[in-house]
Nanobody, 115 residues
Framework: QVQLVESGGGLVQPGGSLRLSCVAS????????MTWYRQAPGKERELVAH????????NYADSVKGRFTISRDNAKNTMYLQMNSLKPEDTAVYYC????????WGQGTQVTVSS
């Protein structure tokens, strides 16, 4: 069955960095685009970054452009999100997503940016 497992979240001070990982299984990872979403308390889930199946195309939310970098290693069935210059407004649960015939989500990893 499809599984997505995120890791790498934590507490970081403003201006700091974190790298999130999403390990995928149960489908042919290299054939599918992947997406990072986030959901802050009291807010709707929003798209953060998207990467094509071979990583040749990426897209970002305006709020993270220039600070976050999405990447993937198809040999490791893993997607990453490098987050630099973190701000308090980046605080959220971060989820990875893949759209097969249905949408599949990981359990999420908490990112808290606070001094």
């Amino acid at each position: 069955q499809v599984q997505l497992v995120e890791s790498g979240g934590g507490l970081v001070q403003p201006g700091g960095s974190l790298r999130l990982s999403c390990v995928a299984s149960g489908f042919t990872f290299s054939l599918y685009a992947m997406t990072w979403y986030r959901q802050a308390p009291g807010k709707e889930r929003e798209l953060v970054a998207h990467i094509s199946s071979f990583g040749l195309s990426t897209n970002y939310a305006d709020s993270v452009k220039g600070r976050f970098t999405i990447s993937r290693d198809n040999a490791k069935n893993t997607m990453y999100l490098q987050m630099n210059s973190l701000k308090p407004e980046d605080t959220a649960v971060y989820y990875c997503n893949v759209k097969l015939r249905d949408d599949f989500w990981g359990q999420g990893t908490q990112v808290t940016v606070s001094s």
